[in-house]
């Protein structure tokens, strides 16, 4: 019996260790990573920040994060955050965030409101600790923007996971439900739609190929897009249901080239709702139109397909030119 005792005195003063000795280092590498984006050129700090749980979980408490690079005008903050992990699995963490938290972008401010926001990042435990699968959730997100714009989600899921076949490449899937568009956007659809105001959800199902892994040497292998391959996607949204599938991959420029085939149900709903977004003037939505009716079988088909090229470095809609495509690779330039 004394024997007993003492190994499990030992087991729990070597656990103790353990955790103490983890949760200094928790503390002191988040501490250099805040100075690092500080020596990299970006605005960063908190208010302070400790580590609890013991003995079986660790869970990092920051105080008033921020985040904000000045060259691009984006930034971020947060009145708090928390990061756990279960101390006998390190490699998965859980990012929780609060209520409310503050998204800097270019000319606005973005308010991100939400009853539950949450982030779970799995890596594969070794040297190079790989990106193994990511899982994000939010529920009741309103997002409020200093221009005046606003958009709610009711729901939010996203996750991601590593293909075994190829380290490089990524599954991706994301849904959201529920959506409110912004008031203005509604009023003017209003007037000329009978779509609802809640757009009913958005899904997607694709795979992403990058030209080096996500692990802890990504600030400098700096890991690129290659090929954006969407396997399916779908907007629904009363009577108008719009599904796509397709492959685009960056060109000899670094340019996205690729199609993407697109399939629209209640399609003439859709030119309502760019005049709405004012993407369309109102005097070239009857040009449209009638463009659509001629794609459409004069006007006879309830469905619509088209497909979205991209080419050399230009976008276009069926026989409709869109502008420059996006660019994947800026070093191939």
């Known amino acids: 019996m004394r024997r007993l005792l003492i190994a499990v005195l030992v087991l729990v ?11 200094r280092l928790i503390e002191r590498g988040t501490e250099d990573w805040f100075k690092d984006q500080t020596e990299a050129g970006m605005l960063s700090g908190h208010d302070g920040l400790r580590v609890t749980g013991f003995p079986l979980r660790f869970a990092l408490d920051i105080t008033r994060p921020h985040l904000a690079d000045t060259a691009s005008g984006t930034g971020w903050s947060a009145p ?20 409310q938290q503050i998204v800097d972008l270019p000319g606005q401010e973005v308010t991100i409101s939400s ?30 923007s200093s221009q005046g714009w606003s958009l709610g ?8 996971q590593r293909t075994a076949a190829d380290p490089l490449t990524h599954e991706v899937q994301a849904e959201a439900t529920s959506i409110t568009p912004d008031e203005g956007f509604r009023s003017r659809l209003a007037t000329q739609s009978t779509l609802p105001e809640l757009i009913d959800g958005l899904r997607l199902e694709a795979t ?11 600030p400098a292998t ?14 629904t949204w ?14 000899a420029q670094g340019f996205a080239a690729g199609q993407i085939d697109l399939r629209l149900t209640g399609w003439r709903e859709l030119v309502p709702v760019l005049v709405a977004a004012q993407l369309v003037k109102p005097e070239v939505a009857p040009t449209i139109t009638r463009a ?42």
């Open 80 to 99: 708090e955050a928390r990061i756990t992990a279960q101390a006998w699995m390190p490699w998965q963490v859980t990012l929780d965030l609060p209520e």
């Open 222 to 235: 700096q890991p690129r897009l290659t090929v954006f391959n969407l396997r399916d996607a779908a907007l």
């Open 208 to 218: 992403l190929s990058l030209t080096a892994p996500l692990d802890r040497h990504a």
């Open 115 to 144: 009853s539950a926001i949450s982030a779970t990042v799995a890596v594969t435990p070794g040297t190079t600790l790989p990106l193994d699968w990511t899982a994000i959730s939010g529920d009741g997100l309103s997002l409020l």
């Open 153 to 160: 989600i009711a729901r939010l899921m996203a996750q991601t």
């Open 238 to 251: 009363g009577d108008l249901v719009l599904s796509a599938s397709g492959a685009v991959e960056a060109d």
């Open 13 to 23: 003063a070597l656990w103790a260790g353990y955790w103490f000795g983890a949760a």
């Open 292 to 333: 659509l009716e001629v794609m459409a079988k004069n006007g006879t088909a309830e469905v619509l397909d088209m497909s979205l090229i991209l080419s050399e470095g230009w976008m276009r809609l069926g026989p409709i030119p869109l502008g420059p495509a996006p660019l994947l690779d800026d070093q191939r330039q």
